[in-house]
């Protein structure tokens, strides 16, 4: 704005840039000790299978229960924590709850035959890819907790693995041999060449939202249409397995079950909350 003024830029005030400024210091001079004050929460959203409706597992999303400012979303301090490097034990905690919910999940719904135990999802941010402990707490959370590595399924970004070199790929490379499934998130957002993917040690493709969108109108746009299903094609003649995030109508789910996607989540079936809801979600789902 000061610029655009085209005056003295030290004199032009812009009390929003200042309130931004103000609210990003508080939050670096909160943030490392918000840990240990124990501010961070975790919400479950449901994944369901688009085939059968079933709720198969859920992703684990961080949220900060900030004193002054509520509850903050991960775009406003994952960001910061990656920053400041609090990511690594701020991510091993995301881990370790996430895997002892699974693990509460799977003792109460783990008789359900056709649905088979839930899984979950948990994020992973480039950091945590480069820290040389990743693979080693893992195997200790698994074996603490006691739960099965094909239970877990650890989301990286797609634009995290661009250009990777074998170096960033080898922990997710041990951690799929033991079981582990790796999501490549917000697919479609980067540009990753298609023909990388075989490269990459993924098992599951998670088409960004930006696709759920453009399927919002029915029928949708064709070429939309088109790039969807030959994503789709593509990702399971891999034997990936591919999942759709934002689904907010049933006319969405619809359309993605119809060009084959095999998992969904979004607010259509379930906002992201607390543990006990996805309880209730799978009881509903399994008595019908
Ligand atoms: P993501 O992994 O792509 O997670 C999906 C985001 O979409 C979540 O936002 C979720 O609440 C939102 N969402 C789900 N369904 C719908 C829908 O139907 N419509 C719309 N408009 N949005 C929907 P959220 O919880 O704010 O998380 C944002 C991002 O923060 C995540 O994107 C993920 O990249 C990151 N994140 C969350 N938790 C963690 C964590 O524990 N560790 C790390 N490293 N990153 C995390
Ligand atoms: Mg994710
Ligand atoms: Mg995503
Ligand atoms: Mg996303």
Known sequence: RAKSAGGNRFELADPEADARAITRHGLTTSLPTALDRGEFFIEYQPLVHLGDGSVRGAEALVRWLHPQHGVLSPDRFIPLAEHTGLIVPLGRWVLEQSVRQAREWRERHGGEEAVGPLRINVNLSPCQLTHPGLVQDTVDILERTGVEPDALCLEVTESALIGADDDLLKPLRRLAEMGVDIALDD??????NLANLRRLPVSVLKLDRSFT?????????PVDLKIVEGIVSLAHSLDLAVTVEGVETGAQAEQLRLLGCDTAQGWYYARPGPPERLHELALVDATG
């Open 187 to 192: 697919f479609g957002t980067g540009y990753s």
């Open 213 to 221: 969108q453009s399927m919002q109108q029915f029928p949708a746009d």
